[in-house]
């Protein structure tokens, strides 16, 4: 995912627009590229049920809750 995140600014770098965009997981939870690509230890998770703020590790491997 890090480096996926790395390519997507590549290309928005060279872009003449903004991309817009989120890294989704299997289960559908998402969360904006760019706040992924910043590395902070929080995110904002989006899911059909709502948001929930959680660790990156979480994230990534895939379970909810904070």
Do not use: C, Y
């Given at each position: 995912?890090?480096?996926?995140?790395?390519?997507?600014?590549?290309?928005?770098?060279?872009?003449?627009?903004?991309?817009?965009?989120?890294?989704?997981?299997?289960?559908?939870?998402?969360?904006?590229?760019?706040?992924?690509?910043?590395?902070?230890?929080?995110?904002?998770?989006k899911?059909?049920?709502?948001?929930?703020?959680?660790?990156?590790?979480?994230?990534?491997?895939?379970?909810?809750?904070?």
């Amino acid at each position: 995912l890090d480096r996926l995140a790395a390519d997507v600014a590549a290309i928005e770098a060279d872009a003449p627009m903004r991309l817009d965009g989120e890294l989704m997981r299997a289960d559908g939870a998402a969360v904006n590229w760019r706040e992924f690509h910043a590395g902070t230890d929080q995110l904002l998770v989006k899911t059909i049920g709502g948001v929930v703020l959680l660790d990156r590790d979480r994230f990534i491997s895939g379970a909810m809750g904070s």
